[in-house]
């Protein structure tokens, strides 16, 4: 077991009334425990929660007046990582549950349909399985730049193939439609981690369907994958943006902090939460 602390720290100037829709709180899901989590809100207004059954992603909405609107996420996680076996077969297409079966489809930043004759020339010679997951993750850390700031919100997998520059969405959401593109199913995970480097902010990794499970992979291999609190899982960038907005919004900060290690009892760190804080227990949030 492993106890990650997070605290997601959000601010934006609101230049008229604008409605958030947020999707920063940990995910309830089965490889992690949500212990304890708070959520501040300046200036204090009234939210709405709800999550999506399926995925375990968790929603905040809210009507903001306008001015400056801060958000304050924190929890404390402990995560649970189950062993990941060595080989994993691939499942046929039509043995595939309902429920999986559209993660095989192109979407909005993963076109597996344009990509499907690259994907097999560089990897449909290889043995299905694990280990082609592996070799489709290890291309794309060998033959991708990690650098922030030369891709867009609109970069697509394919022009990420054709750039050979990104960021960890855009590495994951290559490795998503290089998956696909195999018959293999695939989604985005978007989480926070502790990076060996900082700074922190939210982190993206893809996951295939191998053998009846879900298995994460990261090809920018900037921090352990069995760390990660998830956030969202979805089909791709667009099923998990941490924020969707809808009005005249400019972001003024985003301060995102990951801890790792034993904490006392009540969540609190070396930096003790602002007073202002209101603890909303697991079933208000």
Known sequence: MHTSLVDCLLEYEVSS??????????????????????????????????????????FIRLDAPKGVLSVNYHARVQLHPSAQPLHLDESPVSALPDDVLHYLMPSRYCESDSLRRVAQ?????????????RAVESWIHESVDYQPG????????????????????????????????????ARLVVGYVNFAEPPQDFHAVFEAWLDGRWVLF????????????????????????????FGDVKM????????????????KGSD????????LGLAGF
């Open 218 to 245: 990261d090809a920018t291999r900037m921090a352990p994958i069995d760390r990660l609190v998830r956030i969202g899982t979805g089909r791709d960038a667009k099923d998990v943006a941490f924020a969707t907005i």
């Open 150 to 185: 030369v891709t867009q919100p609109t970069t697509t997998a394919q022009d990420v193939f054709v750039q050979r520059v990104g960021v960890c969405r855009d590495f994951a959401h290559l490795g998503i439609t290089l998956c696909r593109a195999l018959n293999i199913p």
């Open 272 to 279: 003790a939460e602002p007073a202002a804080a209101a603890s």
């Open 121 to 133: 020339q560089l990897f449909g010679h290889l043995p299905p399985g694990m280990g082609r997951v």
């Open 17 to 58: 009334p604008a409605h958030f829709l947020l999707n920063i709180g940990a995910a309830f899901h089965p490889g992690h425990e949500v212990v304890e989590e708070r959520l501040t809100i300046t200036p204090s207004m009234k939210v709405r929660h709800f999550s999506d059954e399926r995925s375990g992603n968790r």
């Open 252 to 267: 003024l900060r985003k301060e995102i902090t990951v801890d790792e290690g034993e904490f006392p009892a009540d969540g």
